[in-house]
């Protein structure tokens, strides 16, 4: 008897999941456009839980790219002013001085264009200040000066020309009004 009760309980152990398992729904495999709802229904909850994602996960990205951009601009400030610091302590003429210090800029960051100004001038530059483009102010003895590096852009210079005024170096794209107006690429 104890014998036929162990028996019993074995077949029932084993047939027990083979049931269950009878019972469920079998499972398939289908792309997201075709997934339908039991009544019917055409089910658009992945699609837009994809989008959401997506949306979230990009502007994630853009807030990071425009933090480390911003550092890089941060950075590159201290190192710009290193070097024209470097160059103004050697007591260069200013027409040597804003030469050397355009040529620097395009040795040590050729990703930008740049432009050092003493005269009144106008800028058109591409993008966000701090993230596309940045500058510093300069005084060489009593002369001052604007420095700016960016991405693409206008500037257009009014007022005298001649190094001793200004120098730029980068990608031109064109040049107009007797050379005062120049215009930059990437």
């Known amino acids: 008897m104890k014998f036929s009760a162990l028996l019993t309980g074995l077949a029932f152990a ?4 083979t049931v269950l398992a009878a019972s469920l729904p079998e499972s398939r495999s289908s ?15 992945l699609e837009t839980s994809q989008r959401e994602l997506n949306y979230s996960s990009i502007y994630k990205l853009e807030a990071r790219t425009l933090q480390a951009r911003q550092s890089t601009a941060h950075s590159i400030i201290d190192s710009v002013t290193n070097t024209v610091r470097d160059i103004a302590a050697r007591n260069p003429s200013r027409g040597d001085f804003t030469q050397q210090v355009v040529s620097a800029g395009s040795s040590n960051w050729p990703q930008y264009n740049w432009v050092i100004c003493h005269t009144s001038y106008i800028t058109r ?3 966000g ?4 483009w940045d500058g510093i ?3 060489l003895g009593s002369i001052g000066y604007d420095l700016y590096w960016f991405t693409s852009g206008t500037f257009e210079r009014h007022g005298d020309g001649g190094f001793i005024n200004w120098a730029y170096s ?3 794209i064109s040049t107009s009004n007797n050379g005062a107006t120049v215009v930059f690429g990437k």
């Open 14 to 17: 084993f047939a027990l999941p």
């Open 31 to 45: 792309p997201a456009n075709q997934l339908t709802a039991r009544d019917g229904d055409a089910s658009k909850f």
């Open 125 to 127: 530059f591409d993008g």
């Open 129 to 132: 200040a701090e993230t596309d």
């Open 137 to 139: 102010h300069w005084d």
């Open 170 to 172: 980068g990608r031109v």
